[in-house]
């Protein structure tokens, strides 16, 4: 599973609401969709990952975060 088809799992499952996630990291919420428009940069996945206090490399790795 690509990194941001795990990060909106993960936000799915958590209950994160994802227009506040995109406010307040500037990141497209249309990312943030089953069918993004595009993947995630390399910043905004680092950006994400801070916001949501979660370790890039836990979620590349490890699909029982969800």
Same mark, same amino acid.
């Given at each position: *599973?690509? *990194?941001?088809?795990?990060?909106? @799992?993960? *936000?799915?499952?958590?209950? !994160?609401? !994802?227009?506040? +996630?995109?406010? %307040? ?5 249309? !990312?943030?969709?089953?069918?993004? +428009? ?5 910043? %905004?996945? @680092?950006? +994400? @990952?801070?916001?949501?206090? !979660?370790?890039? %490399? %836990?979620?590349?790795? #490890? #699909?029982?975060?969800?």
């Amino acid at each position: *599973m690509k *990194m941001t088809k795990k990060i909106y @799992c993960y *936000m799915k499952i958590h209950q !994160i609401d !994802i227009q506040k +996630v995109s406010k %307040e990291t500037g990141i497209d919420r249309k !990312i943030f969709q089953k069918q993004p +428009v595009r993947p995630l940069n390399a910043t %905004e996945l @680092c950006e +994400v @990952c801070a916001y949501l206090k !979660i370790q890039p %490399e %836990e979620i590349a790795k #490890d #699909d029982t975060l969800f």
